[in-house]
């Protein structure tokens, strides 16, 4: 059984402040999804990673994948109140197959 | 209307009723999924289904049954449930292309079991 074991659970800092999220995993990912949802909203797709050592970036997002394809991280810079969500990653292995999720970071962003 | 869409919003049943979910794809995708999503719990992968053929249901209580009758389109029928099977639904699609899995949310079904 793949697990994604996302950390820290719970992040609760000032706007204008960096943080950095964090995704591991024993097992190699074909790919890694990072999501962000809203309460009593689904899922919304911020980006793909697929090869090992990549590294996205999405405004002031950095989203970077391990050279093994095992792990990944969320950088966020000058967090935003706009920011705040539940950032959820997610490991595919091919195919068809569903997603394996991580139970997700809680981030709130305060004025 | 785009993207995933999911219908109804919000469902309270009781344990004797039968109540089915709706999920519509506007995006031409090839593959659908349910998931179920409860606190303090990770999303839980319920059914694939893939060019209108389920491919797993990763032990599914047989209380929920999907039905999928083309490819934009996604059912679960639920029936005598349990009050622990109060969650979010989530529906999702995506289009299976070598090397790249992207599943795109609906916005989910909060369902509470009385």
């Known amino acids: 059984t793949q697990l994604l074991e996302q950390s820290p659970q719970f992040l609760s800092i000032q706007e204008g402040e960096n943080l950095t999220v964090y995704c591991n995993s024993s097992?190699?990912?074909?790919?890694l999804q990072w999501y962000r949802q809203e309460p009593g909203e689904g899922p919304v797709l911020l980006v793909t990673?697929?090869?090992?050592?990549e590294v996205k970036k999405l405004k002031r997002l950095t989203f970077q994948f391990g050279d093994a394809r095992k792990d990944s991280s969320l950088h966020i810079t000058a967090a935003q109140p706009g920011d705040t969500g539940l950032y959820l990653c997610?490991?595919?292995?091919?195919?068809?197959?569903?997603?394996?999720f991580g139970k997700g970071t809680h981030l709130i962003i305060q004025p | 209307e785009t993207g995933v869409t999911q219908t109804p919003r919000h469902l309270v049943m009781g344990m004797t009723n039968k109540k089915s979910l709706k999920c519509e794809q506007h995006?031409?995708?090839?593959?659908m999924y349910w998931y179920k999503q409860s606190a303090k719990k990770p999303l839980e992968l319920m059914f694939v289904?893939?060019?209108?053929?389920?491919?797993e249901n990763n032990s599914v209580p047989s209380r929920f049954s999907p039905e999928c009758p083309n490819s934009s389109h996604l059912f679960l029928h639920l029936h005598t449930l349990q009050p622990e099977d109060s969650a979010l639904y989530l529906c999702?699609?995506?289009?299976?292309?070598?090397?790249?899995?992207?599943?795109?949310f609906g916005p989910g079904t909060r369902l509470t079991v009385t």
């Open positions: 999702a699609s995506s289009q299976v292309l070598q090397g790249r899995y992207e599943q795109y």
């Open positions: 990673v697929v090869t090992g050592g």
């Open positions: 097992s190699v990912f074909s790919s």
């Open positions: 995006l031409g995708h090839n593959a």
């Open positions: 289904y893939s060019l209108e053929e389920r491919v």
């Open positions: 997610a490991g595919s292995g091919g195919g068809a197959d569903g997603l394996t």
